[in-house]
């Protein structure tokens, strides 16, 4: 099958009013269609963005898997396991269904994918103009690359060339195990799509608030100048979960916290922080300067200890949220003796002219207590004072709060003057509540990223090289806490629902003074 057997049944002058409007007709197909990803994060999107009038007109969704489902089997599954959420208006879910169709595919057996070929084909109009095709690999990372092929063997993944035809790539994390697997993936995938064919999605990007982070810094004059080394003493950035590992055991033992979350989620976080100003709002100059940070991440030293810089738990039983909850070792699935740690705690340097010598504390966690994302930026105290001493009360340093997820919020403290005859110092915040300062409605961060897929934009997606420079830094750290024999007596336990392991608490200085 080649290349040309792609088209659509639009007749030619609805292709272009589609076109005009800036929504093309489309195909996306979901790979792994029975599985967690697809009922819990992509059919939610794609429904959500139907009923906002933000899907091509046609579209179709195409689940496939090794599951032999029919079509009404497959859309009335999803449509009851989004019920339970009551998240969802589901009155237009009929509607929506209409479109979701489900074919058998696996990728050991080239019929079926030459079979979901022609049935993309057939439903498309088989004229060979304007079909679109998004493949979603919703699925375990050791699927990407005989799906990869699969796809390319049956000629879904060629282009053509006067640019009203597409098919792109969508790969969730982890984008390898270290950097020769990721280096590999990258290879294959090459081998079948070019460059910009491929979506490497990181949900935590596509975030209104962390979005908000570089139009926050770079749009305001009295925030920007006070960005570096000179003003501010540290940044703590964290992403805590109350949740266990659920239903995960298999793969996160595997891969723990640190491949889990510090090699994509908190790279990304610590890239909207701190990265240069781009000099033009375009994906590929954002994209350079998120390269550029990751190269500038300090390697740890080889006459240092790793456990100096880096702080690993794992949660023992405890209470969440009035309920007890079971130690990480008796989840099911999880290995009695396991040293796969839930926590991390990190402190990275950034080697450039505007970080140098400033501390920055990554943390990510599971059972602790409480669900939050944000970053803190945490100021230098004043250098002299002259209320130190005289005045009472606190004299901390300024800190600006960049809240993510589940408070959407930017808050500044300070100090101010307590009401009365005698001069007292009292703490204040100014607040910005993000959910509530706009009159637009915001969508799903999935929902987000799969509009940018639609349209082409890499702006919020993962480019290889900052793939591999953040394995590059991470790597080395990697090998030193998994090899090293004092492993064991450096895994911290914590009780779930707990902020962490108390060796972690004590590494970040309580105020503007740090010790880096």
């Not at 409007?21 to 197909?29: D, H, K, R």
């Amino acid at each position: 099958m080649n290349r040309d057997e792609f088209g659509t049944c639009l007749d030619s002058d609805h292709l272009v009013r589609t076109r005009e409007s800036g929504l093309e007709p489309l195909t996306i197909i979901i790979y792994g269609a029975t599985g967690d990803l697809t009922w819990r994060k992509l059919i939610p999107a794609l429904y959500e963005l139907y009923s906002l009038g933000s899907l091509p007109t046609p579209f179709r969704i195409v689940g496939t898997g090794r599951s032999e489902l029919g079509d009404d089997e497959w859309r009335d599954g999803l449509r009851e396991k989004m019920r339970p959420a009551g998240e969802h208006d589901l009155s237009s879910w009929d509607d929506f269904a209409a479109a979701l169709t489900y074919v058998q595919a696996d990728p050991s057996d080239p019929g079926q994918f030459d079979n979901l070929a022609r049935t993309v084909r057939e439903m498309n109009g088989g004229t060979g103009a304007g079909a679109n095709l998004l493949h979603y690999l919703a699925l375990p990372p050791s699927m990407y690359e005989p799906v990869a092929d699969a796809i390319a063997d049956c000629g879904m993944a060629m282009e053509h060339g006067d640019g009203v035809g597409w098919s792109r790539l969508v790969v969730e994390k982890p984008f390898g195990r270290d950097l020769r697997s990721a280096q590999r993936l990258n290879r294959r995938l090459l081998a079948d799509f070019n460059e910009h064919q491929i979506f490497r999605i990181d949900h935590y990007l596509a975030k209104e608030t962390v979005q908000n982070v570089l139009a926050f810094r770079l749009a305001n004059t009295i925030f920007e100048p006070l960005w570096n080394r000179h003003h501010i003493d540290h940044v703590s950035i964290i992403a805590a979960e109350t949740l266990g590992v659920e239903q995960r055991a298999g793969y996160y033992e595997e891969a723990g916290v640190l491949r889990d979350m510090m090699q994509n989620h908190m790279m990304q976080l610590l890239a909207v922080t701190a990265i240069e100003p781009p000099a033009r709002w375009q994906s590929e100059r954002v994209r350079d300067e998120r390269a550029k940070l990751f190269r500038s991440l300090q390697p740890l030293p080889d006459d240092v200890d790793v456990f100096d810089t880096i702080t690993l738990g794992q949660y023992g039983e405890g209470e969440v949220d009035g309920r007890r909850v079971p130690a990480y070792r008796d989840e099911p699935g999880v290995a009695p003796d396991s040293l796969t740690p839930t926590y991390a705690r990190m402190k990275v340097f950034i080697d450039n002219w505007r970080w140098q010598g400033v501390p920055f504390y990554l943390t990510s966690g599971k059972r602790l207590d409480r669900k939050v994302s944000e970053a803190v930026i945490q100021f230098k105290e004043v250098p002299n004072s002259m209320f130190r001493g005289i005045a009472g009360g606190s004299m901390a340093a300024n800190s600006l709060t960049l809240g993510f997820q589940p408070e959407e919020i930017i808050s500044v403290d300070f100090l101010t003057k307590a009401p009365g005859p005698r001069l007292r110092l009292r703490p204040a915040s100014l607040s910005f509540d993000y959910s509530t300062g706009g009159e637009a409605s915001r969508i799903d961060a999935y929902a987000k990223v799969l509009l940018d897929c639609m349209a082409g934009d890499h702006m919020l997606f993962w480019r290889q090289d900052g793939i591999e420079e953040s394995w590059r830094f991470l790597e080395p750290v990697l090998s030193r806490c998994e090899t090293c024999a004092e492993r064991r007596d450096n895994l911290h336990l914590y009780p779930a629902g707990s902020p962490g392991p108390q060796r972690a608490l004590e590494m970040i200085p309580a105020t503007g003074t740090s010790s880096a």
